[in-house]
């Protein structure tokens, strides 16, 4: 799943897709690169970002999603609330990719049970304005698994076909370092869950830490790649149904190297 930005304030590429026609040609160009998806999204998450507003969020993303879709880019839209779900999927999108898993607006389930589209439910526990605040675990994989298990459950009930759920566990969503790295290390309980699972670790904040120069600094997030392709080989190896990342082809490499290994292993 290749991301396609449409926001001047993303955390890693914030602006360099927010014009239209270099959100389209950004989009054209992950999939020349291999993407399977292509992830089309009007609002920031990053930590502290506040929210757009429905009208701005929809005049970032229909445009483009129409011009992907006109492409015959698989496109899936990036969003928290029902209406761009809905004018996405009229515009062409395929997926809804939910990082609030239908918390944050109650709408959300119900439109995309009516579309019978597949749904990325996250694990979520507040806006990104003050998420932080709930980073609190004592058994980050435990907990993060319970809660989407009640998500589904909710969803489901409310008209989602369980066979078109994806579960993300919101890596840098209301996780500090070392939820993150306790989520990764045990993804395949993440997996054992047996609904598809999507990882999207690309540029996030703590492998910027993790590789920080010797005085503190932590790497640039394009000057993280490198360290997103050895969690993109990890999760194929544990299963995983997706990647989400801003460098495709590196990471569809990697994906093909894993699944030429197994398929040696029969």
């Given at each position: 799943?290749?991301?396609?930005?449409?926001?001047?304030?993303?955390?890693s590429?914030?602006?360099?897709?927010?014009d239209?026609?270099?959100a389209?040609r950004h989009?054209?160009?992950?999939?020349?690169?291999?993407?399977?998806?292509?992830d089309?999204g009007?609002?920031?998450?990053?930590?502290?970002?506040?929210?757009?507003?429905?009208?701005e969020e929809?005049?970032?993303?229909?445009?483009v999603?129409?011009?992907?879709?006109?492409?015959?880019?698989?496109v899936?839209?990036?969003?928290?609330?029902?209406?761009?779900?809905?004018?996405?999927?009229?515009?062409?999108?395929?997926?809804?990719?939910?990082?609030?898993?239908g918390l944050?607006?109650?709408?959300?389930?119900?439109?995309?049970?009516?579309?019978?589209?597949?749904?990325?439910?996250?694990?979520?526990?507040?806006?990104?304005?003050?998420?932080?605040n709930?980073?609190?675990?004592d058994?980050v994989?435990?907990e993060?698994s319970?809660?989407?298990r009640?998500?589904?459950?909710?969803?489901v009930?409310?008209?989602?076909?369980?066979?078109?759920?994806?579960?993300?566990?919101?890596?840098?969503?209301?996780?500090?370092?070392?939820?993150?790295?306790g989520?990764l290390?045990?993804?395949?309980?993440?997996?054992?869950?047996?609904?598809?699972?999507l990882?999207?670790?690309?540029?996030?904040?703590f492998?910027?830490?993790?590789?920080?120069?010797?005085?503190?600094?932590?790497?640039?997030?394009a000057?993280?790649?490198?360290?997103?392709?050895a969690?993109?080989a990890?999760?194929?190896?544990a299963?995983?149904?997706?990647v989400?990342?801003?460098?495709?082809?590196?990471n569809a490499?990697?994906?093909?190297?894993?699944?030429?290994?197994?398929?040696?292993?029969?």
């Amino acid at each position: 799943m290749g991301v396609v930005n449409v926001t001047p304030d993303s955390f890693s590429d914030g602006g360099e897709w927010f014009d239209h026609d270099a959100a389209v040609r950004h989009g054209l160009e992950l999939v020349a690169e291999g993407a399977d998806i292509v992830d089309v999204g009007g609002e920031s998450t990053r930590p502290g970002a506040q929210r757009v507003s429905l009208a701005e969020e929809l005049r970032r993303v229909v445009p483009v999603i129409e011009a992907l879709t006109a492409e015959g880019v698989p496109v899936s839209v990036d969003t928290m609330r029902a209406e761009v779900a809905e004018a996405a999927l009229t515009a062409g999108a395929r997926l809804v990719n939910d990082v609030s898993g239908g918390l944050a607006d109650p709408q959300m389930p119900q439109v995309v049970g009516r579309a019978g589209v597949p749904y990325v439910v996250m694990h979520w526990r507040g806006h990104s304005s003050d998420m932080q605040n709930r980073a609190h675990y004592d058994d980050v994989v435990r907990e993060v698994s319970e809660e989407l298990r009640k998500r589904v459950d909710s969803v489901v009930a409310e008209g989602v076909d369980p066979g078109l759920l994806v579960l993300d566990p919101g890596l840098g969503f209301a996780k500090r370092p070392e939820h993150n790295w306790g989520l990764l290390r045990r993804m395949d309980e993440l997996v054992g869950l047996g609904v598809p699972v999507l990882i999207g670790a690309s540029r996030k904040r703590f492998l910027g830490r993790l590789l920080a120069a010797p005085d503190g600094t932590p790497r640039s997030f394009a000057e993280s790649d490198d360290a997103t392709l050895a969690i993109t080989a990890l999760a194929a190896t544990a299963g995983v149904w997706c990647v989400r990342v801003h460098r495709v082809r590196p990471n569809a490499d990697a994906v093909r190297v894993v699944a030429a290994m197994e398929a040696a292993g029969g």
